[in-house]
């Protein structure tokens, strides 16, 4: 079961659309994952053994709520029940009620203040939480909203989420970022006019190249809405819609600099200062030959040995 130290982490997605059939091909060229049947109606999309998401048909009651096809983010709760009636209580709706799924869990699909639908989820076992996505896995939580301020204050109520950095994005505003224990799971702003699909969450896939990502989508039939484009950090993200319209976003790590050996850099540096010495060694051997001869009779008369000592002394 969820620990208490799991509450307020995502721990599942799932895509409701038109066509499950389409979506599949997509995504398994676009992300690279498996599909494997789980029952007649409900498709586990994987990177190996791993389960990453699920595929479903946008069901008829959600439908008929008005709900359009699209991704659902899970959040893990230590109750379900508790939880939704929490919502309830500081301005959000209960969507699906609390249901049981047979062997895997407990959930409810719920809507804040704002309109954007997101699930709860305590599963029956202990569900592993990955804080370094892998490759195929869900790297980012984004909330494209009417109010990031009033929306953020109601999932840190209800989730124990904290404010962590926040970036001034000019005439839109502000993207705060929020996150768990000091790990930052995403990001919250307020929406452009018209923006497809908000208010709604948007989680990013991690695949190997975002920017690749971008040919590829177009070259399926999707449409790419946004980048590549890199982000604050080096990493690459691209946003598109897929054959339904559905929103989705792809992100990759920064690759990291290659380091070079330390002998080659170490070995140049010594031969710089070297020759330098010697160039400047020159001038000072010509003005020193220039007052030889003058030297050269006094010191013959004074102190030969000395003058072995004071040549002796340039040759070094």
Do not use: C
């Not at 969820?2 to 676009?30: C, I, M, N, Y």
């Not at 053994?49 to 991704?71: C, I, V, Y």
Request: overall charge positive.
């Amino acid at each position: 079961m969820p620990s208490q130290s799991h509450r307020g982490r995502f721990v599942w997605h799932e895509l409701l659309t038109t066509d499950t059939k389409a979506a599949e091909g997509f995504f398994t060229k676009v992300v690279g994952w498996k599909a494997k049947p789980f029952d007649q109606s409900y498709t586990l999309l994987m990177t190996g053994k791993q389960n990453r998401a699920g595929l479903m048909t946008l069901p008829d009651d959600a439908k008929n709520m008005g709900a359009p096809p699209h991704w659902e983010s899970y959040v893990a709760v230590p109750n379900v029940d508790e939880t939704a009636k929490q919502a309830a209580a500081l301005g959000g709706k209960v969507l699906k009620a609390p249901s049981d799924i047979p062997n895997v869990g407990r959930f409810a699909v719920l809507q804040d203040p704002q309109g954007a639908s997101f699930a709860i989820f305590k599963g029956t076992g202990e569900m592993p939480i990955d804080d370094k996505p892998a490759i195929g896995d869900f790297s980012w939580h984004e909330l494209a909203t009417t109010d990031w301020k009033a929306a953020l204050g109601f999932y840190k109520n209800l989730f124990g989420w904290q404010e962590t950095n926040s970036m001034d994005m000019g005439p839109q505003g502000t993207y705060q970022m929020f996150g768990l224990d000091g790990k930052t799971m995403g990001g919250v702003y307020n929406a452009r006019p018209q923006q497809p699909g908000a208010p709604s969450w948007l989680p990013y896939i991690r695949i190997p190249d975002a920017k690749k990502s971008a040919a590829v989508i177009k070259k399926l039939g999707a449409t790419v809405i946004n980048g590549p484009m890199e982000v604050p950090g080096g990493d690459m993200i691209t946003m598109g819609l897929d054959l339904q319209g559905i929103p989705f976003a792809v992100h990759s790590v920064k690759a990291a600099a290659a380091s070079k050996p330390a002998s080659k850099p170490a070995k140049k540096a010594a031969k710089k200062p070297a020759k330098k010495a010697a160039r400047k060694a020159k001038p000072a051997k010509r003005a020193a030959a220039k007052k030889r001869p003058a030297a050269r009779k006094k010191a013959a008369k004074r102190a030969p040995a000395k003058k072995s000592k004071k040549a002796g002394g340039r040759r070094r």
